[in-house]
């Protein structure tokens, strides 16, 4: 099945950085997400970037899904921008409407 | 905004008994999604409905079934709970239509102990 990995799995930053989260696919999607999930477990949405570029305030993302991977940008961290950042795919073949997760990356922003 | 909520953001149950977990969205979803999130494993798809009545399967179903009877609610039921199945609970739903699923909306997750 697919592979999804994402780069690095912790990350420290001071406040006021800025930082750049990878994800790879290893086969073709037509739906990949970004998650925050904060300290309380709920995942918020962050972007729905099966390809392209979006932004949102501090943040934003472009997928490249002819080269199979997809980066978050988060500039001017905040402290309440720590906690864990999932990207999440659904295959173009086969896995109907499940979402293949990543493992994460853990950031953590001191102030 | 999309909104879906769980019954519970924390339960605790004893081994051998029937635990019902319930989630509802407000969106009009077709899709409804049960996962469960365990350290070191991720998120994993327990079983997922595309309308009302109708399930399918996911990666880990084992000791779980599930109950769709109207389009808004969807049941996770533990038959018999047991200690491995200690977990974080995530439901999800996202639109279906054109032949093709979007942008999945999750719950805030129910933590259940089973002791």
């Known amino acids: 099945g697919i592979q999804v990995e994402q780069s690095p799995p912790d990350l420290i930053l001071q406040e006021g950085a800025n930082s750049t989260l990878r994800c790879n696919f290893s086969?073709?999607?037509?739906?990949l997400q970004w998650f925050h999930q904060n300290p309380w477990g709920q995942l918020i949405n962050l972007f729905y970037?099966?390809?392209g570029t979006k932004q949102n305030g501090r943040l934003s993302a472009t997928t490249v899904a002819t080269e199979r991977y997809s980066l978050l940008y988060i500039s001017s961290s905040q402290t309440t921008d720590s906690g864990v950042y999932f990207c999440?795919?659904?295959?173009?073949?086969?896995?109907?409407?499940?979402?293949?997760f990543g493992a994460g990356t853990r950031l953590a922003v001191h102030p | 905004d999309v909104k879906v909520t769980q019954s519970s953001r924390y339960l605790v149950k004893r081994t051998g008994e029937k635990v019902f977990l319930e989630c509802v969205q407000d969106?009009?979803?077709?899709?409804m999604f049960w996962y469960r999130q365990d350290p070191g494993l991720g998120l994993r798809l327990i079983y997922f409905?595309?309308?009302?009545?109708?399930?399918e399967k996911g990666d880990i179903p084992e000791g779980y079934s599930v109950s769709r009877e109207k389009k808004e609610r969807f049941s996770l039921i533990l038959e018999s709970a047991s200690t491995n199945q200690t977990s974080m609970y995530l439901c999800?739903?996202?639109?279906?239509?054109?032949?093709?699923?979007?942008?999945?909306?999750f719950g805030p997750g129910t933590r259940l102990t089973v002791t």
């Open positions: 970037i099966p390809s």
């Open positions: 086969d073709s999607v037509n739906n």
């Open positions: 999440a795919v659904r295959p173009i073949s086969g896995g109907y409407n499940k979402l293949i």
């Open positions: 999800a739903s996202s639109s279906f239509w054109g032949g093709d699923s979007y942008e999945q909306y």
């Open positions: 969106m009009d979803h077709e899709n």
């Open positions: 409905s595309y309308d009302v009545k109708m399930k």
